[in-house]
């Protein structure tokens, strides 16, 4: 039920963003953009990929939008964030700053390392990034994105440990109480998209 939930919410944003952003005229301020981005992770569990859509609007040198994606880094996650970034300058190729915030939400594969051998499950957690980045226009339309910076990725799991053997009853053992593990991956991400 709730991934059913956050599927139409997702959704109805991508639906709903485009008919408030419809420009009257060619001096109107407000602009829709959408931002499409694929992204390498790189911290102490590895390299993963990652995934982003982020739709919004952009006032003068503000932008603000809101994005979902999808990250391998470790655990799979569905990251659901709200993103404002801020270019410089007035030329057509311009440096720009950002900051993403938001949740990141556990999707399960059967690959997934378990620390449990009880009842393991997954909570989600808080989703941040950070960065610079720099802006190439390539046409009237679209604009091609260069961005690093820093991700945090929090993701906590749950369960419990057998602590004793009992080999007369099935499925035996005595169960821990619940332990919980709190994962902070920290990594570094280099994008590379497109806004159109």
């Known amino acids: ?41 790189e911290g102490q569990a590895g390299s993963a990929f990652a ?6 609007i952009q006032y003068q040198s503000w932008f603000a939008g809101i994005g979902v994606g999808l990250d391998y880094y470790r655990y799979r996650t569905i990251p659901l964030f709200f993103e404002a970034r801020k270019e410089f300058g007035r030329s057509a190729n311009t440096f720009f700053i950002y900051a993403d915030a938001g949740m990141n939400f556990y999707w399960k594969r059967d690959k997934d390392a378990k620390q449990f051998p009880v009842e393991d499950r997954f909570k989600n957690g808080f989703y941040a990034e950070t960065g610079i980045g720099y802006k190439i226009k390539l046409n009237a339309k679209i604009n091609l994105l260069l961005n690093a910076g820093y991700s945090l990725k929090k993701i906590t799991e749950q369960g419990s440990y057998y602590v ?21 991956l920290n990594r570094l991400i280099l994008k590379i998209g497109f806004e159109f």
């Open 164 to 184: 004793a053997w009992d080999p007369i009853g099935w499925p035996g053992g005595v169960v821990s109480s619940p332990d919980i593990i709190r994962y902070d």
């Open 51 to 56: 995934l982003q859509t982020i739709n919004g």
């Open 1 to 41: 039920m709730r991934k059913k939930l956050f599927f139409s919410f997702v959704l109805s944003v991508f639906v709903a963003v485009p008919c408030f952003s419809q420009q009257k005229s060619d001096k109107a301020r407000f602009r829709y953009h959408s931002i499409n981005n694929i992204g390498l992770l």
